[in-house]
């Protein structure tokens, strides 16, 4: 009818104390299950309870079952199990490219006394590939694909789970050189922008040269980006900024407009 208590880490070895009724006499043959999970070192108190160890496990909620002899009884409702929810509390390195591949290392608690398959880990909203148990408190995991900037990681364990807000960035794009890296002073010049972490085909890249923006800017690749450049002046080398889902990359280059001619 009732357990005390009723919630317990997934590492487990907590007593627990089952109270009910009909648990029979000292001599009774009698266990205590959580879940699937048999408990440990079961003991008679009583007609009333029985005090039992959390095994390890994961889940929640879950029925408490006990048998005495060859009868079986289980929890009500309102008495069950819970193991606690996994909780993230560090990702080491805290950043990495967005064009994923970085493997990380994800320290916490709760994660569960042993890997199973329920257990995965995501970034935002996509999945962490390669996710690897080590122990209760530390997982590994390759990131996926994702736009510049911090996002969330979860860690689910069989139906719980535990999320930590803003705890990885993602890098913005760095552009590294830009071609041709000439213009007339009336633009409409067509110009391939290279470098790394300009993110998916569903990213929305914006570039600017000397501080105007492109006419247009498509993305091509992770690595690369063509815009049309705008109308514009000065000879001097003009700073070309990148930004990819408003994250900015910037790269000061050797891109100049062409020289004004005044005809006498």
Do not use: M
């Not at 003991?43 to 959390?54: A, K, L």
């Not at 040269?209 to 000879?235: D, L, P």
């Amino acid at each position: 009818t009732s357990l005390i208590p009723r919630e317990s880490s997934t590492t487990g070895n907590q007593e627990i104390t089952v109270f009910g009724y009909g648990f029979g006499v000292y001599s009774s043959s009698l266990g205590i299950r959580i879940g699937y999970t048999t408990a440990e070192r079961s003991t008679w108190t009583s007609d009333s309870s029985i005090s039992s160890t959390v095994p390890a496990g994961h889940g929640a909620p879950l029925l408490v079952s006990a048998t005495v002899a060859t009868q079986t009884g289980f929890s009500e409702v309102n008495a069950t199990f819970s193991f606690s929810s996994p909780s993230v509390t560090l990702v080491t390195p805290g950043n990495g490219p967005n064009d994923g591949g970085s493997s990380v290392t994800i320290f916490g608690s709760n994660f569960g006394a042993d890997n199973n398959s329920a257990l995965s880990v995501q970034f935002a909203y996509l999945p962490c590939n390669g996710t690897v148990w080590t122990s209760d408190t530390v997982l590994t995991c390759v990131t996926p694909s994702l736009f510049p900037g911090a996002v969330d990681v979860t860690v689910s364990a069989s139906g719980s789970f535990g999320s930590t807000v803003d705890l990885f960035s993602f890098d913005p794009g760095v552009a590294q050189s830009i071609s041709p890296s000439n213009s007339p002073t009336t633009a409409s010049v067509s110009v391939t922008l290279s470098g790394v972490g300009f993110g998916s085909l569903s990213a929305t890249p914006a570039v600017s040269i000397g501080g105007t923006v492109c006419e247009v800017s498509v993305w091509v690749s992770s690595t690369s980006i063509v815009c049309k450049a705008a109308a514009g002046v000065g000879s001097g080398n003009a700073t070309i900024a990148v930004s990819i889902n408003a994250d900015v990359g910037i790269l000061a280059t050797s891109f100049t407009y062409d020289s004004v001619i005044v005809n006498n």
